[in-house]
C-alpha cells in the first residue's frame, strides 16, 4: 500500500526543468532514499511532495490526500527534518518540542506527555533545559529529528539528514532512524552519502538533471549496473598500465586524475598481472553503490 | 500573479502568535527598555524641557501636545521595528518561518500570526505612554482617552502591514535602513508628532494628508485633548487601508520568496 504516489511531477524555474517528470511511490513502512549531485532537484522534489511549491504538472498523493490542495492535513501526519538547521535559539531543548508541537494543534498536555519519551529516543534526556547555542552539531540533528516525531508522524521526509555530522553522530543518528523504520515509520530520505543510502534504505532512486535515471533495491541496483569486483590502481605508472593492459583485462576501465576504476567479473588474471607491477597501489574491493552513483552520474564536479 | 492572491486566514496563525510571545517573555526586560523607555525618555525630557521654553501649543502645555503625538509614534516603531528586524530574523537568519511551513501551517497562517503579534507589541507600547499620560493627568477626560487603545491597535496593524512589506523584499537588515530615512523619519516630522502640522508650508501639509501617521495623530490628540475627533471615518479608514493593502501585498510578496 502506498503513502506517497507521484507521476509526472514537473517544476520549472525560468525555463528550466529542474524537476523533470518524476513519478514514484513509496510504501508503508519502507524507507525510500531520494540520490543525487547537488542541483539534481531532490531537495525541489521534496518540497513539491510537502505540498510547499506548486507543480508546474503532475499529480501527488501524500497519505491519501491530494497535493498541494490538501497539503496541510497531510502534512499534519508528517514529519521533516530539513536540511538546513532551524531550531529556535532563544528556546531551550524542551521548548523547542512544545511550542512546533503546537503549530499540530496538539494541547500543551498532550505535548508535555511525549517530551521525555522523545528527549530519550533523542539521547538528550540530561539536556532539556539547555539552550540551543550550547548544543553540539549532533544533538542539533537529533533534536530537530525528535522534533520532527512530536506529532508521531506516520511519514518522515529527511532532507541531507548526516551532512555536516562526524562519524559518531552520525552512526548514533542511523541507529535512531532504523528504530523508526522497526516502528513501522516510512523515512523518505535524500542523501549524497552513498553509504547512508545503501545501510538504512530498502529502496532508492537516483536522479539527475530532474530526472530518475535508475530505481531499485541496492543491492540490486549495484548487481544490475556494476560488474561484481573493482579494482583501484593508484600511481604515476597508472595510466599507462591501463594504455597497456586495460582492455585486455577489464571489463570496463575509468580514469580519474592518477587513478584507474577497473571493472570485472573475475579478478583473478588481473590482481595476478597486478602483483608484477610494484609500482602500482591496488586495492581490491566488492562494487558498491558509490560506483553505480558515479557511472550513471558522471565523474564531474556538479557545482 | 498567482502569489497576489487573497489572504487565506485561518486560527492557525495562533501558535505563531503564541512561539512570539514566549520568546518575548524570556527577553521582556531589554525588550521592553528599547520599546517602551526610549520613546517615554524622549518624550518628557522634550516635554519638560523645550516644554519649559515654549508657550502652550494648540492651547494646552507642550507635554501634552507632545504626549499625544508620542502615542502614536511610538506605537508605529514598534510595530516596524518588529516587522522589519524582528521579522527578518525569524524569516531569513534562523528560518524560524521554514520550519513552521513543515507543520500544517501556511505562509498565510505565519503572516497573520507575525502581523498581529507585531501589532500586539505595538499596543504595548502605545498603552506605556498612554499610561504615562494617565499618571501625569494629562488627559482631559479619562473615558475619552480609553477610546485612544482601539486608535492604537488600529495603528499598529496600519504599520505592521506596511513593515511585512519591506521585509518581503529585504535581501538583509542594511536594507531597512532606506525605510527609516525615506519613509518613517519625514513622516515623523511631517505628521505632526512634535508641533502641529499647520506649522509646515503648505505643500509639505499636503502631502502630510496622505500618510497614515498624520490620520493616526487626528485620531489620537484630540481624545487626549477632551474632544472628540474629526473625520474619524476617513481617519479610520486610511488607517485600515494602509494596513490591509500593506498585509495582503507583504502576504503575496513574501510568497513569491519563500513557496518557490
Known sequence: MSVLKASGLIKRYGGVEVVAGVSLAVARGECFGLLGPNGAGKTTTLRLLLGLVEPDDGQIELLGEPVPRRARHARQRVGVVPQVDNLDPDFTVEENLLVYGRYFGLRDGEIRARIPGLLAFAGLAHRAEARIPTLSGGMKRRLTLARALVNDPELIFLDEPTTGLDPQARHLLWQGLRRLTSQGKTLILTTHFMEEAERLCDRLAIMDQGRIIAEGNPRALIAEHIEPFVVEIYGEEAGRWADAFGALLCRRVEKAGESVFCYTDDGEALLNNLRTQPALKVTHRPANLEDVFLKLTGRELRD | ??????????????????????????????????????????????????????????????????????????????????????????????????????????????????????????????????AIIWVLDLEASFWLSLWIIPVVILTGLCFAGMGLVMNAVSPNYDFFLYYFTLVITPMVLLCGVFYPVSQLPAALQMVSRFLPLSHAIDLVRPLVLGRLPEDILLHVLVLIAYGSVGFWLGLGLTRRRLLR
Open chain 2, 1 to 130: 500573479m498567482r502569489y497576489f492572491t487573497p489572504p487565506r486566514p485561518s486560527l492557525r496563525f495562533v501558535p505563531v502568535w503564541r512561539r512570539n510571545f514566549l520568546v518575548w517573555r524570556k527577553l521582556a526586560i531589554p525588550s521592553m527598555l528599547g520599546n517602551l523607555a526610549d520613546p517615554m525618555l524622549y518624550m518628557l525630557g522634550l516635554g519638560f524641557g523645550l516644554g519649559a521654553l515654549l508657550p502652550d501649543v494648540a492651547g494646552v502645555p507642550y507635554l501634552t501636545f507632545l504626549a499625544a503625538g508620542t502615542v502614536a509614534y511610538s506605537t508605529m516603531n514598534s510595530a516596524t521595528f518588529e516587522t522589519l528586524y524582528s521579522g527578518f530574523s525569524r524569516m531569513h537568519v534562523q528560518k524560524t518561518w521554514d520550519a513552521i511551513l513543515n507543520t500544517p501551517l501556511t505562509l498565510d497562517d505565519v503572516l497573520l500570526g507575525e502581523w498581529v503579534w507585531a501589532a500586539s507589541k505595538a499596543l504595548l507600547s502605545g498603552l506605556a505612554i498612554l
